[in-house]
Nanobody, 123 residues
Framework: DVQLVESGGGSVQAGGSLSLSCAAP???????MGWFRQALRKEREKVAV????????YYADSVKGRFTISQDNAKNTLYLQMNSLKPEDTAMYYC??????????????????WGQGTQVTVS
């Protein structure tokens, strides 16, 4: 089974920054990897995704210009740099991986594997 391990969450004041990491096992070549989040009493929503060998990125409108997704293939690690954080960014952030062709990168239902999540709180 694929295990994804997130780290880097925490508490920060509005306007601050946080960086999340997601370690994936070696030997898997997902079509897409991404970050999704779920706030209390809300549905899970897309944040950012990176797909393919070329590393095409997709972002939710709410985070464009503030968040940056990146990956280090040598380390099998996915990152999310979050700047200019807002209270509405408060949520549990999940790393997800799609093994096999991904037809809808920002659709959470596409993803096969999920991490346990890391909490981000912005006050």
């Amino acid at each position: 089974d694929v295990q994804l391990v997130e780290s880097g969450g925490g508490s920060v004041q509005a306007g601050g920054s946080l960086s999340l990491s997601c370690a994936a096992p070696s030997g898997f070549r997902p079509d897409c990897m991404g970050w999704f989040r779920q706030a209390l009493r809300k549905e899970r929503e897309k944040v950012a995704v990176v797909c393919g060998i070329g590393g095409t990125t997709y972002y939710a409108d709410s985070v464009k210009g503030r968040f940056t997704i990146s990956q280090d293939n040598a380390k099998n690690t996915l990152y999310l740099q979050m700047n200019s954080l807002k209270p509405e960014d408060t949520a549990m952030y999940y790393c997800a991986e799609k093994i096999g062709r991904c037809f809808c990168p920002l659709c959470s239902d596409e993803y096969n594997y999920w991490g346990q999540g890391t909490q981000v709180t912005v006050s």
